[in-house]
Nanobody, 123 residues
Framework: QVQPVESGGGLVQAGNSLTLSCAASGPSFNMYVWAWFRQAPGKEREFVAAISWSGERTTYADTVKGRFTISRDNAKNTVNLQMNSLKPEDTAVYYC????????????????WGQGTRVTVSS
């Protein structure tokens, strides 16, 4: 079992960068697949990126591919999301989530969720 806590959100101008972090307590951090999702006002929660337990495999939504990078540090129990070239449409609450073998892009297949961190991108 893990308890994720996100940090790093804030207000940023379009074109700039921001790094989100997810710290997780629990002894089994490195057993889980970790992912980032986001939810904009009035919209459903959507997949952003995921990383395998070893960190060797990453998956991205088409909308962020080439701009966002997900990484993990199993020694520090953290998962990061480096976001570059931010756009106003990236504005959302960002959540990190984990499970042992989720269907990567499907939120309901993740058992563990953080409370979210808000990212606002101004034009």
């Amino acid at each position: 079992q893990v308890q994720p806590v996100e940090s790093g959100g804030g207000l940023v101008q379009a074109g700039n960068s921001l790094t989100l972090s997810c710290a997780a307590s629990g002894p089994s951090f490195n057993m889980y697949v970790w992912a980032w999702f986001r939810q904009a006002p009035g919209k459903e929660r959507e997949f952003v990126a995921a990383i395998s337990w070893s960190g060797e495999r990453t998956t991205y939504a088409d909308t962020v591919k080439g701009r966002f990078t997900i990484s993990r540090d199993n020694a520090k129990n953290t998962v990061n999301l480096q976001m570059n070239s931010l756009k106003p449409e990236d504005t959302a609450v960002y959540y990190c989530a984990a499970n042992l073998a989720p269907s990567l892009v499907v939120p309901r297949t993740y058992d563990y969720w953080g409370q979210g961190t808000r990212v606002t991108v101004s034009s």
